[in-house]
């Protein structure tokens, strides 16, 4: 069971990127998929999450109304679309997956993720 990141990169305030985050060992059927990021120095913070079975996404407050986790079960593989960036969004962006995950939502406390990705570096500035 193994998850990547990739699409992170450098961007102007306000500009948008498109994470994806693709599994291999498993589907998207039955799963949860978390984004976090975690700046130098900071913490590593809880971004949103989307609990596969019936398409539930749960957003952190600093970037409710901004960023959207969407999936393509096709291609095995879930997104985080970024817009109306700012410099505070300046992070290394982990995905993370608990497969097989049966339940119809997530938050920031449920569930607990078995495999993480190695991050993709996401650079705010002009």
């Known amino acids: 069971v193994q998850v990547d990141e990739s699409g992170g990169g450098l961007v102007q305030p306000g500009g948008s990127l498109r994470l994806s985050c693709v599994a291999s060992?498993?589907?998207?059927?039955?799963?949860?998929i978390g984004w976090f990021r975690q700046a130098p120095g900071k913490l590593r913070e809880r971004v949103g999450c989307i609990a596969s079975r019936d398409g539930f996404t749960h957003y952190a407050d600093s970037v409710k109304g901004r960023f959207t986790i969407s999936g393509n079960n096709a291609q095995n593989t879930m997104y985080l679309q970024m817009d109306s960036l700012k410099p505070e969004d300046t992070a290394v962006y982990f995905c993370a997956a608990r497969y097989p995950w049966y339940g119809s939502s997530c938050s920031d406390d449920d569930p607990e993720y078995d495999s993480w990705g190695q991050g993709t570096q996401v650079t705010v500035s002009s």
């Open positions: 060992g498993f589907t998207m059927d039955y799963v949860a």
